[in-house]
């Protein structure tokens, strides 16, 4: 597709930020990503162009990276840690029942273009496992019905709240925040969850506390 | 009074219960936003003296000293010097610097604003991995908190100091969480290691000066500044002083955060975390990522600092503990693990891009039940070939796992030359929804 003035706009706000503008290229990779659901041709292209690369110096770095599709992914892309501190606790036996359900593998998207999954490495949450995401988005201590339920509803076009984070978005909207676009939901969520907490609630329990210092 | 042993001491995850503790708002009403100012009264060299005697080591997984990190970059060389943040949390097993910027960000840029005022650096970045937008957006918000407030930008609260914080959002590369790694990357390049020498201290980002530190650890320094050398060093031991987000995870009955003094023991923090899942025992645990050597129930009583665990043959790495029960194929477990280290082996060096290939497709055989004895030997031989002749850190931690499990868990190897893993072990039984009704 042809990029409109708009996203090179945007382009150029995230060049702004680097002291060298070749700093930008990860972020304008996950701007071009967040137009056309993928990276394309013509979005290696546009970064080349406002750095001053060739596309082939574009291409070398948009291929090394897992979270740049080089095909159009579902608009809910959703991850399943299969890393064994998850895998062992459930991700192995979710990413079956996810694949069976939806009649797709690693990588593959559901013929209505809603889903596609990704066997995911570690997702730093190793105390929420099992982890799944939803264009990154924490769905947290899953189980093999949770997760149907999940792609189900994000399928059928239903509200799905992410446990640490807001309401479920588009793959293409998520890729917007990520190259550094506000989207107002710092908010959304809670602040900790019950896990996250484990150790506060304890020390309370048990009248522990950090030392004052003198 | 010195701090009971077993003790928990919230202090980076102190005010987490309460519901807006990632705002600005709260991070003040609990005394925030003091300390840097104090720095800025002191001097660059004080602090970095303070650092230095605090005796903080790296919260990243490989334990410098901080303090000494610092004194590398050179000062009045007329360069511009870069403070970056790595906030790539991928380690399997760590869990611990994505909570601490859900929930407490402005720690992390009090520590930034200070870190850089002492290494006299006017530009900070935050390299934090892509997979995670909601926490781009707290600590994007933070940033932002801090500008509005005057702490961040230009001649900050009239001290003549200049400070801008970037985020960066990686894309997927856990090889990114290498410092020179993450310097490419955060260049705009393929995420690979550098030769070192040079190392960062001298020619880092832009290849300026530049100080690569944890998430963790920066978060550390308000608390170092405002509380005293004194008071740090009453947590911990001579050696590993101080407070660490603990983030225990595996078959427990309570995982989560658990921030104690560096010493307490596995034991302590497994009692804390409510026990293994009722009606089973340890079977193995690693102390701090997939990348350190797993022990055993009988190292369950070692005091979690870098020197004792270490000496009982692992080591600290991030801190995460995770913990695996008996029903746990051990097989099953290293052969994932050397399927996440060839996944993200950046294939920049031989010993590291094909033997991650070879000890994978080797595992695997095991776990389909046809290893046989002399894979065994050939696994423990691509594995010295490996360790300590690869470009950086990933290929010595690919080489970790498996020696660590032919250790003690050998028979189990044995075991599947005959036995396909799924077999001896039940991955049902392993799954936390285990006879639970659903």
């Known amino acids: ?27 304008m990779l996950h701007l071009v990503q967040s137009e056309e659901g993928f990276v394309s041709a013509d979005g290696i292209a546009l970064c080349a162009e406002e750095l001053g690369l060739t596309t082939a110096e574009v291409a070398a770095v948009a291929t090394f ?8 992914v579902g608009e809910y892309h959703i991850g399943v840690c299969i890393n064994p501190g998850c895998g062992i606790l459930g991700g192995d036996a979710i990413w079956s029942t996810l694949c069976n359900r939806l009649g797709i593998g690693n ?26 995401t939803a264009n990154w988005e924490f769905l947290d201590n899953m189980t093999p019905e949770s997760a149907v339920d999940v792609v189900e509803k994000l399928k059928s076009g239903q509200e799905v709240m992410s446990t640490r984070g807001p309401r479920i978005r588009s793959f293409k909207e998520n890729e917007a925040t990520l190259a550094g676009f506000d989207d107002g939901l710092v908010d959304a969520g809670v602040n900790a969850d019950e896990s996250m907490l484990a150790g506060l609630k304890r020390a309370k329990e048990l009248g522990m506390s950090a030392p004052e210092a003198k | 009074m010195a701090i009971a042993q077993g003790s928990l001491t919230p202090v980076l995850s102190a005010h987490w219960d309460e519901a807006d503790s990632y705002t600005i708002g709260a991070y003040m009403r609990h005394g925030g936003y003091t300390a840097f100012k104090k720095a800025f009264q ?48 991928s380690e399997p097993g760590a869990c611990k610097d994505i909570p601490l910027m859900l929930a407490n960000p402005h720690a992390l840029i009090e520590g930034i604003i200070i870190a850089s005022f002492a290494m006299r650096a006017n530009h900070a970045f935050i390299y934090l991995r892509g997979e995670v937008p909601h926490v781009f ?52 390049r393929r995420g690979q290691p550098r030769l070192k020498p040079p190392f960062p201290a001298v020619a880092g980002l832009y290849a300026s000066p530049s100080c690569v530190n944890n998430v963790e650890t920066i978060a550390n320094i308000p608390y170092i500044v405002n509380n005293g050398v004194d008071w740090f060093r009453s947590f911990g031991t001579e050696k ?56 055993t129930p009988e190292h369950l009583d070692t005091p979690m600092t870098y020197e004792a665990i270490s000496e009982a043959g692992s080591m600290l790495g991030t801190g995460t503990p995770m913990v695996f029960d008996e029903t746990t194929s051990v097989v099953r477990a290293v052969t994932g693990w050397l399927a996440f280290y060839k996944h993200e082996s950046c294939g ?91």
Request: proline share 6%; charged share 25%.
């Open chain 1, 107 to 132: 990588d593959e998207v559901t013929e209505d273009g809603k889903i596609s999954l990704e066997r995911i490495e570690c997702q730093a949450a190793c105390t929420h496992a099992p982890v799944m």
């Open chain 2, 42 to 89: 002191q001097g660059p060299d004080q602090i970095i003296t303070t650092v230095k005697d605090s005796g903080l080591r790296g919260r990243g997984g490989a334990g410098f000293p901080t303090g000494l990190k610092w004194s590398f970059v050179p000062q009045g060389d007329g360069k511009p010097h870069y403070l970056v943040v790595n906030a790539d949390e």
């Open chain 2, 137 to 188: 957006r707290r600590v994007n918000n933070a940033i932002r908190e801090a500008y509005q407030a005057g702490y961040l930008g230009k001649n900050i609260m009239g001290s003549g100091f200049d400070l801008e914080v970037v985020l960066h959002a990686g894309a997927g590369a856990y090889i990114c969480g290498e410092e020179t790694a993450l310097l490419d990357s955060l260049e705009g």
């Open chain 1, 1 to 27: 597709m042809t990029f409109t003035e708009e996203t090179r706009v945007k382009a150029r706000e995230i060049i702004a930020r680097y002291p060298m503008s070749r700093s930008a290229l990860l972020p």
């Open chain 2, 348 to 438: 920049k060096c031989t010993p590291c891009r094909e033997g991650t290939y070879w000890i994978s497709d080797v595992l695997h055989r095991f776990e389909e039940g046809h290893g046989t004895e002399d894979d065994i030997d050939k696994l423990v031989e691509i594995c010295q070939q490996i360790s300590g002749r690869s470009f950086c850190a990933l290929g010595d931690a690919a080489s970790t796992p498996f020696p660590a499990a032919l250790k003690y868990f050998r028979d189990e190897f044995l075991q599947a030359t005959r036995t396909p893993a799924n077999e001896t072990y039940s991955p049902e039984k392993a799954t936390v929804f285990a006879g639970v009704a659903r």
């Open chain 1, 65 to 72: 990276y897992t979270m740049y599709h080089r095909k159009p």
């Open chain 2, 240 to 295: 590993s002083p101080g407070f660490k987000l603990f983030a225990v995870s595996g078959h427990v009955n309570r995982p989560g955060i658990y921030e104690a003094p560096l010493g307490i023991t596995m034991r302590e923090l497994l009692e804390h975390a409510g026990g293994v899942r009722n009606g089973h025992k340890v079977k193995f645990w690693l102390p701090g990522g997939s990348s350190v050597p797993m022990l």
